[in-house]
């Protein structure tokens, strides 16, 4: 899977290797490696318009919402019994 921030200056991808990594659109290089999730990175979102936090979603079960300029992770939510295939941010930010 594939995101873009509003700006489309940043993309970011989800893996099979457990990690969401944040790529420089225009020069192709790695910019960050979020790692924490215990399974697959399947779904992934920026918070657009502000392009500030993305949230990862895994067959491990847990989201995780980090920081998208540094990768510091803020909080991983747990609760669901299956594995998290879609989500997004609420795009009035409320």
Do not use: M
Request: aromatic letters at 12%; charged letters at 20%.
């Amino acid at each position: 899977n594939c995101a873009f921030n509003k700006s489309g200056d940043r993309f970011i991808t989800g893996s099979y290797d457990r990690t969401c990594k944040v790529w420089d659109t225009t020069s192709g290089e790695e910019l960050l490696s979020l790692e924490g999730h215990k399974n697959v990175v399947y779904a992934i979102a920026y918070n657009n318009p502000f392009g500030d936090k993305i949230i990862t979603g895994s067959f491990d079960k847990t989201c995780k919402i980090w920081n998208a300029l540094t990768g510091e992770l803020y909080h991983t939510l747990r609760g669901h019994a299956a594995e998290i295939v879609c989500l997004s941010f609420n795009p009035q930010s409320t």
